[in-house]
């Protein structure tokens, strides 16, 4: 359900010192929790005991701003208290979760304060106490959209306002599971930090326009001078990414939870969530009946979902089974070799009156693999996979996959075929390369970005001599 009416009082600053004291104490915590988040020291438990009074005492201070959330927060406060006169153990907050329900009043400019012992996700490993003070982001039309077309209960897309040190990371998610609980609940909610992804992608474009030479269309352009236009934006890709993975011919759970296969099937799972939003992008900007905020953004999230791939996603992260990578790497290469991308004189150019339906086509071919595959057998669904992606990527020359069938051991379980997959089996073009080298500073700065950080277009020249020409060496 989504709340259309809250009344709260004056909202909590990232400079309120109720919420200073709180993020001063559960970083001053940290230092003593073990990976599972417990406090095996018991020299460190007074100290801890310390630390989650005031911890306690600024959660019950701030309530009265959050009115709607004081269920969820006086369980909180209860769920602390008992962590710590049960000496400090591996933490349990399943109550106080089960109470926080933040999908039921996606209100823009709701304020939520987090704290959970949890690892944060491209981020620590780690179960610490970490807090979190969000707002959350829902205009008109996205409400609009997801009332129709586009329903997602579960979907919150926030924004920072001040966080302790697990998510001055890469992290952009907040997510139930990374919890300590005593058992797996029903998951009912999941947030996204639609203002770091908007901000990491206004600096990773403008250094990767300027390398690249690439001209940008005006009302791409404006992506890079307006942080809210874009993190709206990407709130609208990620509504109908993330209700794409659990609708169409999905022949296997969509998540591939607890299932060994080969990373090339999450790269395409991924890239088919995207490109499922690129597609349903386009028929929203083509229809006259749509709400014309609706149809400005879905034009913007065509730009975001291309530049996004094609520039962050393919050269972030390490070669060792990046399945985003993959992802962009196979978009950028569909791209060039249906010709609406250009490398020529080293410049870069898109064909965007073309280029529409050529994604929208790489979008159709992995729909076409899921279908056939709901009557195939799963290494058979392995082999198809792998052959539509080798056939627009050139395999690592070691590859044995690449030598085809006959070289696979196919007679035995599936997870010999699963370890014949080379950690970087589709390995980087030269073009990519060259990329890599000029953008690493640039993607390597946005760690622990926010919307705030990236007030304007300076912010965005992190690189500094790196935004040169590629050609320049």
């Known amino acids: 359900m989504t709340t259309t009416a809250i009344t709260t009082t004056a909202p909590i600053s990232a400079s309120s010192p109720e919420w200073l004291e709180l993020k001063a104490a559960a970083t001053a915590l940290q230092a003593l929790q073990a990976q599972d988040g417990s406090v095996p020291e018991a020299a460190g438990r007074e100290a801890a005991a310390g630390y989650v009074r005031t911890i306690t005492d600024s959660i019950s201070s701030l309530t009265p701003a959050l009115p709607h959330d004081a269920g969820y927060l006086e369980l909180l406060v209860t769920d602390f208290a008992r962590w710590a006169d049960g000496g400090f153990g591996v933490p349990d907050f399943l109550d106080s979760l089960q109470a926080f329900q933040p999908q039921q009043h996606r209100v823009n400019g709701l304020q939520h304060l987090v704290v959970f012992p949890m690892y944060t996700q491209n ?55 990374t919890v300590a609980v005593r058992e797996t609940p029903t998951f009912t909610w999941g947030a996204i930090f639609a203002d770091r992804e908007a901000a990491r992608f206004r600096r990773v474009l403008r250094a990767a326009a300027d390398i690249t030479s690439l001209q940008l269309p005006e009302d791409a352009a404006a992506l890079l001078e307006d942080q809210e236009l874009t993190q709206e934006t990407f709130v609208m890709w990620d509504l109908i990414h993330d209700r794409t993975h659990m609708r169409g011919d999905l022949p296997f759970d969509p998540f591939m939870i607890k299932q060994r296969m080969p990373y090339f099937l999450y790269s395409l799972e991924e890239l088919r969530c995207d490109l499922t939003a690129f597609r349903e992008a386009v028929k929203i900007e083509k229809d006259e009946e749509a709400d014309p ?181």
Do not use: C
Request: aromatic letters at 10%.
């Open 293 to 473: 905020e609706a149809r400005r953004h879905a034009k913007l999230v065509q730009y975001a979902v291309i530049f996004d791939r094609i520039f962050r996603f393919a050269i972030t992260g390490s070669r060792v089974r990046n399945y985003d990578g993959l992802g962009g790497q196979l978009l950028f290469a569909w791209m060039h070799q249906h010709h609406v991308l250009h490398w020529t004189d080293s410049k870069l150019s898109i064909d965007w009156d073309e280029a529409a339906d050529v994604v929208v086509e790489l979008g159709a071919k992995i729909e076409e693999l899921y279908w056939r595959s709901i009557d195939r057998p799963k290494m058979a669904h392995w082999l198809a996979a792998y052959e539509l992606i080798s056939g627009t990527l050139t395999p690592n020359p070691a590859s044995v996959w690449a030598k085809g069938p006959d070289a696979l051991p196919l007679a035995g379980p599936p997870r010999g075929l699963t370890d014949q997959v080379l950690d970087d089996e589709f390995p980087l073009s030269m073009f990519y390369e060259a990329l890599e080298k000029k953008m690493r500073p640039v993607i390597e700065s946005t760690a622990g970005i926010t919307g705030t950080t990236e007030a304007g277009p300076s912010a965005g020249r992190a690189a500094g001599a790196a935004n040169t020409a590629m050609n320049a060496g």
């Open 123 to 177: 981020g620590s490993s780690n179960r610490l106490v970490e807090a979190v003070l969000i707002e959350v982001i829902w205009p008109e039309f996205i409400a609009g959209l997801e009332q129709g077309e586009y329903s997602n209960r579960l979907f919150v897309p926030i924004r920072f306002l001040d966080f302790t040190p697990g998510y001055n990371t890469n992290s952009a998610v907040l997510f139930p599971e």
